[in-house]
């Protein structure tokens, strides 16, 4: 029969045994991955180039090349693009096929961009490219820290005097206001724009007036000035629309005495179905004008069917007693 400190001492011996195996397991999982590990650092450091890159229209830099920037889906869609594959070569050749076309997106702080992308955007730098940013950004850093101070200083000096500055009453403050308010009134203050542009408008009468005296000193006919080729403009303008009433007059009457001994014929509306008694009549444009054909207009309400009057078989018949407008 076991007893319970036989029990105990079996537990401990168990645990120790589950730890020893446990830091083993870690061991060859860390002696397995050492290569790897030194081939990632030799990696690193061999293509520590750093590279500028255009990123929401503002330039960055990274310090230790492209093996700096993250991404998205880094883990995921390296492991899919390489599976099947066992030699080192071809998965490094599909897993850098799969990122050139795409298949995973740079996080350049805040902006997003794919593998072409990102090298339409970079730049390689020299050493002399980082020493002189470098220094320029040095001088950044302090130019924002002695403006810090500044600012800082500016806030304690109002700060100051206001503390030690004496009070004002309300009445005092209600006093000058009002004052001011009451005195703006009283002041005229013109719209200089307006003003400027009434006297511009008076120039314009004085020149006008003085081209037109001039034109009648000269006794030559016609006067130039601006009144009087508005006035010119205009009675030509009077002459022509006249011309224009008297020619739709004109075609008004016609297109009525034309109506007036149109025949009337019945025909079956192709539209509607309905029995239709019209006039084959002339289709008047906008402007007045016919094609000189004459056509057919359904007469129903919410149809005006309309065709050549040839195009439709129709017979003679009598004006009807009410005549659809």
Wanted: proline share 3%.
């Amino acid at each position: 029969m076991v007893t319970r400190l036989q029990e105990a001492r079996e537990r401990v011996r168990d645990a120790e045994a589950a730890r020893i195996a446990l830091v083993a397991k870690f061991a060859a999982e860390d002696a397995a991955q050492e290569p790897a590990k030194v081939a990632l650092a030799r990696h690193e450091k061999r293509n520590r180039i750093p590279v500028v890159v255009l990123t929401a229209g503002s330039y960055r830099i990274y310090r230790e090349g492209v093996v700096s920037l993250s991404g998205y889906g880094w883990g995921g869609e390296v492991s899919r693009a390489v599976e099947g594959y066992k030699a080192v070569k071809a998965r490094e050749e599909h897993a850098a096929a799969m990122i050139e076309g795409g298949g995973v997106t740079f996080n350049l702080g805040g902006s997003s961009m794919k593998c072409r992308g990102l090298a339409a955007k970079s730049r390689i730098v020299t050493g002399a490219d980082l020493t002189a940013w470098t220094k320029a950004h040095e001088r950044t850093r302090r130019a924002e820290e002695a403006a810090r101070t500044a600012r800082n200083a500016e806030v304690a000096a109002i700060r100051a005097a206001f503390e030690g500055g004496g009070k004002i009453t309300a009445p005092e403050i209600a006093a000058i206001a009002a004052r001011t308010a009451l005195l703006g009134l009283a002041v005229h203050k013109s719209d200089p724009w307006r003003r400027d542009r009434e006297i511009a408008d008076a120039r314009k009468v004085c020149e006008a007036a003085d081209a037109h005296l001039a034109g009648i000193l000269a006794k030559s006919g016609t006067c130039a000035c601006l009144t009087c080729e508005q006035e010119r403009k205009e009675a030509d303008y009077a002459a022509a629309a006249e011309v224009r009433r008297k020619a739709a007059e004109k075609a008004a009457a016609a297109a009525q005495k034309a109506k007036d001994r149109a025949p009337w014929r019945e025909y079956t509306c192709p539209s509607c179905a309905a029995a239709v008694t019209a006039q084959p009549l002339p289709k008047v444009s906008w402007s007045g004008d016919t094609n000189g054909q004459l056509y057919l207009r359904c007469t129903v309400d919410r149809c005006h069917w309309s065709a050549l009057a040839s195009s439709v078989k129709s017979k003679p018949a009598k004006k009807p007693e009410a005549v659809a407008a």
